[in-house]
Every structure is written in structure tokens, then in C-alpha cells.
């Protein structure tokens, strides 16, 4: 049993102010379930895919893929500060590997990440250094953006290398699905927001207060209806997942950038970082989903999913999937 998955979406609102009870109970059950399907599979390694929200990745030098072989989090809305268990040697091995693969991707030797990888690490894991792992992170913020299919390039050439190393290897996909957050663009940025996008820098205990201050006031917006933020698109959310849940992942082949922008928001793009890692899974042959969960959350200013999900050929080695 060398691979299992699980994708979640993410949110700082999970943990900040404004979210209903309800809401915040019916998210953490399926985060729970996903949570003890990881226990359960006891992975040695995790490999995340996972945006960032120019917190490590700027426009002084935007790859659109790039491995770790040393991380670090930022702390971003209180998500862990410092550095991730990283073997280096192992996430060295799965660059040369992708490379030789014939995908470009870039390498970090002091990567910092965000709570688009840390938060989903502590939720599942318990603690974002519960496991070594190896980030990889995927551009899905700032355009110019490659072709959604080139990430399921990536995730089929991680997920080869990741079958050889004789090890229960969880792929963790994290971001989307259908949303359109206060993140700047570099078409619209001006003054200190575009030279942050550009340059990059590290923010203040303040610059950090204020931005999630932003953040809760633009989601109190969204949940009444008001503010310029586009809306969700559950019908397109709910599309994306069937085609995962069916293996139907050369859909995706034709699924052009703008109309991903338009059908579901700027940040919807953070869907490649699921479809690389439901294409490392497939790599290893037809598989099946187990936790099945979704529900727009206008609170969270995301349509919010999880998935679980093993080769069909080990899908009753670990118990039934809930």
C-alpha cells in the first residue's frame, strides 16, 4: 500500500472570527474522518502540493512548481511558525526524478510556506512536523498560470517516484475550490501591495494583524451578500469533484484558464493542486474515493471539500473508508 490521498480545502476564517458554529462543527466532522483515515494509513512520508499567497513565492521570481528540500512555515493567522521535517535527501531524489520525468520544476533549499500547507498538515496530522514531508508548491495565485494539465504531468511523475520508494507515502493535495478571496493581482496592485507581490519581504505583527482584519471584514461582506468579491459557483465545484471521484481526470485537458477565472474565481485555480495529486494516486492505477464531503461556505469565502482516496487494490487493507 505505498500511496494514499487526501485533498481539503483551506481557510484562515476556520480559525478567526465570523464562522458559524454549525458551519465550523459540519467542517471539523469531515476534517475529523479524513484526519482518521490518515491515522489509520500511518504514512513514513507525506508530499503536499499546496499553493501560497505571496507569503514565500513573489514575483522577483515566480516558478510555477517547486520541491523543498528545506522548509519552513510562516505563521500566517497563527498556523505554525518554523521549520518543517524535511528530508532533504528524499525530496532532492524526487526533483531529479520529476526532471527526469521531463518536468521543469524548480528547487528551494529555504522554502517558507504558508497556512495553504500548514494548516491542512496540523488538521490531518495533528501537528505540521507530526511526519516528515516534502512541500511542493504549486503556483496557483499568480498569472501568468501554465495549463491546468501540466499539473497532473507533475502529480504523474511524482507519484511514479513516490511508488518505488517501498514507503506509505500520503499525497495531500490543498486549496480551491470555487473562490474569490481578497488576494492582490499584479494588474490592479499599486503602492506597498504591489511591492510586496514583487519583492516580497517579511510582514510585521501588525502587517499580519491588519491583512486578517481585511480578511474577516471582506468575508462578513461576502456571507451577507455584499462586497465586490465574485461569487461561488457550487454546480462548478460539484463538476470538479465528480470527475475526480470518477477518474475522470482527462477532463481537465480542456478546461481553459479564463474560464476557470470566470466560472469560478482568481483562486479557483488552486484546483491544480488536487489534480496533481489525484494524478500522482493514478498513477498507480484506478482508485477510489472514500470521505466525500462538500458545502459552500460563503463564511469561508470558499466552496470547502475533502477527499480521501486509495488504489482500488488496497481499498479494504486499511477498513472501509467512512
Same mark, same amino acid.
Not at 467542517?27 to 505571496?54: K, N
Not at 495531500?172 to 499599486?190: I, Q, R
Not at 471582506?218 to 457550487?234: H, I, M, V
Not at 475526480?244 to 484558464?257: M, V, Y
Given at each position: 500500500?505505498?500511496?494514499?490521498l487526501?485533498?481539503?480545502?483551506? +481557510?484562515?476564517?476556520?480559525? #478567526?472570527?465570523?464562522p458559524?458554529?454549525?458551519l465550523?462543527? !459540519?467542517i471539523?466532522?469531515?476534517?475529523?474522518?479524513?484526519? !482518521?483515515?490518515?491515522?489509520?494509513?500511518?504514512?513514513e512520508?507525506?508530499?503536499?502540493?499546496? @499553493?501560497? &499567497?505571496?507569503?514565500?513565492?513573489?514575483?522577483? #521570481?515566480?516558478?510555477?512548481?517547486?520541491? $523543498?528540500?528545506?522548509a519552513?512555515?510562516? *505563521?500566517?493567522?497563527?498556523? &505554525?511558525?518554523?521549520? #518543517?521535517?524535511?528530508?532533504?535527501?528524499?525530496?532532492?531524489?524526487?526533483? /531529479?526524478?520529476?526532471?527526469?520525468a *521531463?518536468?521543469?520544476?524548480?528547487? +528551494?533549499?529555504?522554502?517558507?510556506?504558508? &497556512?495553504?500547507?500548514?494548516?491542512?498538515?496540523?488538521?490531518?496530522? $495533528?501537528?505540521?512536523? %507530526?511526519?516528515?514531508?516534502?512541500?511542493i508548491?504549486v503556483? +496557483?495565485?499568480?498569472?501568468?498560470? $501554465?495549463?491546468?494539465?501540466?499539473?497532473?504531468?507533475? *502529480?504523474?511523475?511524482?507519484?511514479?517516484?513516490l511508488?518505488?520508494?517501498?514507503?506509505?507515502?500520503?499525497?495531500?493535495?490543498?486549496? =480551491?475550490?470555487?473562490?474569490?478571496?481578497?488576494?492582490?493581482?499584479?494588474?490592479?496592485?499599486?503602492? @506597498?501591495?504591489?511591492?510586496r507581490?514583487?519583492?516580497?519581504?517579511?510582514?510585521? %505583527?501588525?502587517?499580519?494583524?491588519?491583512?486578517?482584519?481585511?480578511?474577516?471584514? %471582506?468575508?462578513?461582506?461576502?456571507?451577507?451578500?455584499?462586497?465586490?468579491?465574485?461569487?461561488?459557483?457550487? !454546480?462548478?465545484?460539484?463538476?470538479?469533484?465528480?470527475?475526480?471521484?470518477?477518474?475522470?481526470?482527462?477532463?481537465?485537458? =480542456?478546461?481553459?484558464?479564463?474560464?476557470i477565472?470566470?466560472?469560478?474565481?482568481?483562486?479557483?485555480? /488552486?484546483?491544480?493542486?488536487?489534480v496533481?495529486?489525484? %494524478?500522482?494516486?493514478?498513477?498507480?492505477?484506478?482508485?477510489?474515493?472514500?470521505?466525500?464531503?462538500?458545502?459552500?461556505? @460563503?463564511a469561508?469565502?470558499?466552496?470547502?471539500?475533502?477527499?480521501?482516496?486509495?488504489? /482500488?487494490?488496497?481499498?479494504?487493507?486499511? =477498513?472501509?473508508?467512512?
Amino acid at each position: 500500500m505505498p500511496l494514499a490521498l487526501c485533498c481539503v480545502s483551506h +481557510s484562515p476564517l476556520l480559525d #478567526l472570527p465570523g464562522p458559524d458554529r454549525e458551519l465550523l462543527d !459540519d467542517i471539523e466532522s469531515a476534517l475529523d474522518r479524513a484526519a !482518521d483515515f490518515v491515522r489509520e494509513f500511518d504514512p513514513e512520508l507525506v508530499v503536499t502540493f499546496s @499553493p501560497d &499567497h505571496y507569503n514565500g513565492f513573489f514575483y522577483k #521570481l515566480m516558478p510555477p512548481f517547486c520541491i $523543498g528540500t528545506a522548509a519552513a512555515g510562516v *505563521g500566517d493567522y497563527g498556523t &505554525h511558525a518554523g521549520p #518543517l521535517d524535511v528530508p532533504a535527501d528524499l525530496a532532492r531524489e524526487l526533483a /531529479e526524478s520529476v526532471l527526469t520525468a *521531463g518536468v521543469d520544476v524548480a528547487v +528551494s533549499m529555504t522554502m517558507a510556506v504558508d &497556512h495553504g500547507t500548514v494548516q491542512p498538515l496540523q488538521r490531518l496530522l $495533528g501537528a505540521a512536523t %507530526a511526519r516528515p514531508v516534502v512541500p511542493i508548491f504549486v503556483n +496557483s495565485v499568480a498569472a501568468p498560470l $501554465g495549463p491546468l494539465p501540466r499539473a497532473a504531468v507533475l *502529480g504523474a511523475a511524482v507519484g511514479q517516484h513516490l511508488s518505488s520508494l517501498g514507503r506509505r507515502v500520503l499525497v495531500l493535495g490543498s486549496g =480551491g475550490l470555487s473562490h474569490d478571496p481578497p488576494v492582490p493581482a499584479l494588474a490592479t496592485a499599486t503602492g @506597498p501591495a504591489r511591492e510586496r507581490i514583487v519583492h516580497g519581504g517579511t510582514m510585521t %505583527a501588525d502587517q499580519r494583524l491588519a491583512r486578517q482584519e481585511r480578511v474577516i471584514e %471582506a468575508a462578513r461582506e461576502f456571507a451577507t451578500g455584499s462586497g465586490s468579491l465574485r461569487p461561488l459557483n457550487p !454546480d462548478w465545484d460539484r463538476r470538479f469533484l465528480a470527475a475526480l471521484d470518477e477518474g475522470r481526470l482527462g477532463e481537465f485537458d =480542456g478546461w481553459d484558464n479564463a474560464w476557470i477565472t470566470e466560472a469560478a474565481g482568481n483562486s479557483a485555480h /488552486e484546483v491544480r493542486t488536487w489534480v496533481a495529486a489525484f %494524478a500522482a494516486l493514478a498513477s498507480q492505477g484506478p482508485y477510489r474515493t472514500g470521505v466525500r464531503y462538500y458545502r459552500p461556505a @460563503p463564511a469561508l469565502i470558499a466552496g470547502f471539500a475533502v477527499r480521501t482516496a486509495l488504489p /482500488e487494490r488496497d481499498t479494504d487493507s486499511i =477498513g472501509r473508508q467512512p
